[in-house]
């Protein structure tokens, strides 16, 4: 019996067209462009500011412009997963939003949330799934509307942070030597202190109070979260290089997930990776979490051919982290 693997046959992306760049958050909060460029290296961020609009409208954006891109028969998919901490609702999931905004009849479809690692998760649970044979094509989409859980007032946190979506599909191949090879992903459970929203689950549910003292918006540690991002992420690119007897004159493209250009300087000083193999896209779309890494593909597509070799590598809040290989599987151009 052939073995039957997991290839990227296309990718979709969205962003809002409204662009908040530093300029204008100078005039919101006490802030500059050289401070943000200084420390974050991010211009300017996409911003969803239509009211009634949510995750999924960007995530059901970035797949309906996959499904045009590759010409996909919506009856022919057999998953979705959308991989989010923005969701619409708390319930129903936002997966199931965008499989009926799409009219994907033979599709099952379900959240994932592992904050900025949730497109590596899912690409490895998704490439799991074609593995086994039950599943030929499955859309796996990134996607999170960040400014609704930022606080203006914060400057450490709003500079960050952008809306996006970014889609992929992936489909069933018996072609020897290219699409998803082997992920090594973790959870460590330290992060809870330095990284969350204190209230809106059933610990801390909404109130008045919760209200009243801000405790909906995202809190951040930024010292402990960039040690250990850096640590973690550097650790798990050596290791996934080490697993598959690679070095980095092997990897074309390293397509890290977007948090902060120092974390991807440090990241890539750390793992002796060069810079220019890294794919860089923060300084115009800012931390999109679930988003960074398919909008990193989508950009830089044009640039991917048949056999490169790819390391993808996240690091979000829990903490969550990991690193994947992956060959690329058809030229862009």
Excluded at 127 to 139: E, N, T
Excluded at 157 to 184: K, P, R, Y
Excluded at 227 to 246: C, E, G, P
Excluded at 277 to 298: F, H, M, Q
Aim: glycine share 8%; hydrophobic share 40%; charged share 25%.
């Amino acid at each position: 019996m052939e073995k039957i693997n997991a290839i990227i046959t296309g990718v979709g992306g969205y962003v809002p067209d409204y662009v908040l760049n530093n300029e204008e958050l100078s005039r919101m909060v006490d802030t500059s462009d050289e401070w943000i460029m200084a420390r974050v290296g991010i211009k300017e961020r996409h911003i969803l500011t239509e009211e009634g609009l949510g995750t999924s409208y960007m995530a059901r954006k970035a797949a309906k412009q996959l499904m045009q891109r590759t010409g996909a028969d919506p009856d022919s998919i057999d998953a979705l997963i959308v991989c989010t901490t923005t969701p619409d609702y708390k319930f129903p999931s936002t997966a199931s939003i965008v499989v009926g905004k799409l009219g994907l009849k033979n599709a099952f479809a379900f959240d994932m949330e592992a904050a900025c690692c949730g497109f590596l998760y899912s690409l490895d649970v998704a490439a799991s799934m074609i593995q086994s044979g039950r599943y030929k094509k499955i859309i796996v989409i990134g996607a999170d509307k960040m400014s609704s859980l930022i606080d203006y007032t914060d400057r450490q946190t709003c500079v960050l942070f952008g809306d996006g979506a970014g889609a992929v599909l992936l489909e069933a191949t018996t072609e020897e030597g290219v699409g998803v090879q082997n992920s090594f992903l973790r959870t460590d459970g330290k992060g809870l202190p330095f990284l969350h929203i204190k209230a809106g689950g059933s610990v801390c549910p909404p109130s008045r109070f919760t209200v009243d003292h801000r405790l909906h918006y995202l809190y951040q540690e930024g010292r402990t979260v960039f040690r250990f991002a850096v640590t973690a992420m550097s650790d798990d690119v050596q290791t996934i290089l080490k697993k598959n007897d690679l070095t980095a004159d092997d990897i074309q493209w390293v397509i890290p997930h977007e948090a902060n250009m120092r974390i991807i300087e440090a990241v890539a000083k750390r793992a002796d990776l060069p810079l220019e193999k890294v794919v860089i896209n923060i300084d115009r779309y800012g931390n999109t979490s679930a988003a960074t890494i398919p909008l990193a593909l989508w950009d830089h597509e044009k640039n991917l051919k048949k056999g490169d070799n790819l390391i993808f590598t996240a690091f979000g809040a829990g903490f969550v982290h990991g690193a994947s290989y992956y060959k690329w599987a058809y030229d862009s151009n």
